[in-house]
């Protein structure tokens, strides 16, 4: 059997891994939730180890710690936000309301490596404890919602560079096909003309949108509650603790922090992490809509649209031979799914608070930080083995403008809206083109056909200066 230690807490005696640097609430944790197997993201271990390392510098300056306890504190601190017990936070996603048991993870693992530190033994919390000296002037109700704004900040960061370059990989694109003209489609039927540059040029605009939105809403997460302790109220704690505490966080996270206005409404309300899972819903939208224009693009290669090339990353068929999937726009619906669901997740957990407290919050931090990894992972593989990769038909384009039926839609100006219809029926009736017709009906001569329904013009504004006279002719003749 592997060797045990038995620890105390307030409850009883509790067998401990005997190397284990967490203790007794963990090992109760453990016994308790052993839900999904799924352990705490990495960022946000370091955002707690952050916030027990600010705590820690801020109570050694103000005399409330020893100094020597402190600095074992700090260097335990240090080495969690290094990632270097990472294998010691044991507590499953799914846990006790608040993050308690995570946060008595975080705790007792300081508390015995800064033992270690200073000599001590693991389990024997003389030198320093996990509640009196790690947990000074602290409560799992503004350490937890302080770590899950800057863990989601610090995640953050992950993505943004990520948006950023592909946006710039679509706006390469569409400078690359700005000159291939294709029919437009709504309704998924005939349009006018567009450049196949002016559709990736648009899907462009939409990732920077979606990039400025996410941006916008994660300021909401710099205003911390850190210092309010247990309902907001500070109890426990020294009157300048918490600015110290937050400047120290904020220099040791690299962000923008600020205390919050009010600390009992930031222990109440966690709504910045509804607003950013919202900012994230928002970029999943748009990304399955894009993945879903490039799977209709690149549909075929004989029987679909066939505008568009995507690359070929691997076999798509168990049976049928030669066949080629779009396995990334596919990959890109699916974790967008995925994000969405996490939203509502967030969502209903954001509006569960009760009076002081919102104890939902582990529920907040596993999806938000679960989406901002799965987005920024996705996007990066869809932006390099996808959009960068492909490859116009130009061919297909052409033909495809060239024999839109809304090519009809250029010559209301000059023969009315009903004239145009009737053209656009034989048009279909007969699989003649629209410049065909209009041109064997003499409504137009060979100069206005080549102005008129030249498809390039057609995608840019253009005010037909002598229309309503060719109209009134047209109609005398008629």
Known sequence: MAEVR???DSLGHVEVPARAYYGAQTARAVDNYPISGMRAHPLLIRALGMVKAAAAQANKELGLVEPERADAILQAAREVIDGKWDP????????????VSLHMNTNEVLANRANEVLGGKLGEYDRVHPNDHVNYGQSTNDVFPTAMRVGA????????PVLESLAASCEKKAKEFDGIMKSGRTHMQDAVPIRLGQEFAAYAVAIRKANKSIHHASDSLRELGLGGSAVGTGINTHP??????IANLAKLSGQKLVPAEDMCWAMESNACMAEVSAALRGLALEVIRISNDLRLLSSGPNTGLAEIFLPSLQPGSSIMPGKINPVMPELAAMVSFQVIGNDTA???AVQAG???LNVMMPTMAYNVMQSITILANMLRQFDRYCIAGITANEARCKMYAQSTVSLATALNPYIGYAKAAE???ESVATGRSIIELAREKKLLSEKEIAEILDPVRMTEPQYPLDAAKHRDEVKAKA
């Open 153 to 160: 900040l610090l995640a953050l960061e992950t993505l943004y």
């Open 423 to 425: 053209i656009v029926k």
């Open 354 to 356: 009760q009076l002081e």
């Open 88 to 99: 010691e936070f044991v507590v499953d996603i799914f846990q006790a309301g608040a993050g």
């Open 240 to 245: 300048d603790y918490r600015v110290k505490a």
């Open 346 to 348: 967030v969502a209903y």
């Open 6 to 8: 038995k620890e105390k």
